[in-house]
């Protein structure tokens, strides 16, 4: 079971109910996929670190090779190739590492080389393994990283995938193997706003989900309204509170530190299992 817990923005919660459903579950996976600035580690403190680099291939030139005819620089929408006086120029760091002007041109004039892009660092913490990607900082893409994650996941444990915050080609590449979405609400206009962006990403790729009302008051709810107009299932309500966002603004998992929200996640945990398996 892979569970994907996203929001439309930073802030909402995603982070505090990703890591609270692995704890709660126990025996699990936490996988941080916000590579830009992942954070799930620091409520983890995760031990027995280990870690390793991610490359990707980038283009090479053989200037005694490159003949000017400029095919790859057509090529490339990405503007990594440029014919800048009498030759060749390649810019690493916009490269998407395609592979299609090495294999486009006519001379073989271009090869390609590793290039790190950033790291993942695996540990454990109180029986949940902990997968953090790390992008460097300027890198274009952080979908490679995203893709070895993926490599270190196994089938018998249950996976809560962390993702990033919006509904960018990232995204879709962390949720794409998710078996249920979890999505995390505000309760504001601009939270619906948010809300519906990451809503009708799961529409398009196919996935069930439903909503977890994050910093609920006593006053009404758009968020909730929405839910409502558009039949998404509420499956779970997590109220504002100070005690929990002092523990969360001390990165402390709340299901361990307090009977109440270890109930409060196990409760949701049991719903979204429920829901993943139909």
Known sequence: MKIAVLSGKGGTGKTLVSVNLAAAAGDSVYV????????????FKPENLKTWSVSVPVPQVDPDKCTGCRVCVEFCKYNALAWVGDRLKIFSDLCHSC??????????ALTEEEREIGRIEGGSSRGVKVLTGVLNPGEASGIPIIQELFKELKENQP???????????????????????????????????????????????????????????????PAEAFCREKGIPIIGRISFEQELGLLNSEARVAAWEADKYRELFSHLLRRVTKEAKG
Do not use: Q
Request: proline fraction near 7%; include cysteine; charge should be negative.
């Open 32 to 43: 941080d996929c916000d590579v830009e600035e992942p954070n799930g580690r620091l409520f």
């Open 99 to 108: 592979g299609g002007c090495s294999i486009l041109c006519p001379e073989g």
């Open 159 to 221: 996976v809560f995938i962390d993702c990033p915050p919006g509904s960018a080609c990232i995204v879709m590449e962390t949720v794409s193997v998710a078996d249920y979405c979890v999505l995390v609400a505000e309760p504001t206009v601009f939270g619906v706003h948010n809300l519906g962006m990451v809503w009708e990403l799961t529409r398009v790729l196919g996935k069930p989900s439903g909503v977890v009302l994050n910093k609920t008051l006593a006053e009404d709810n």
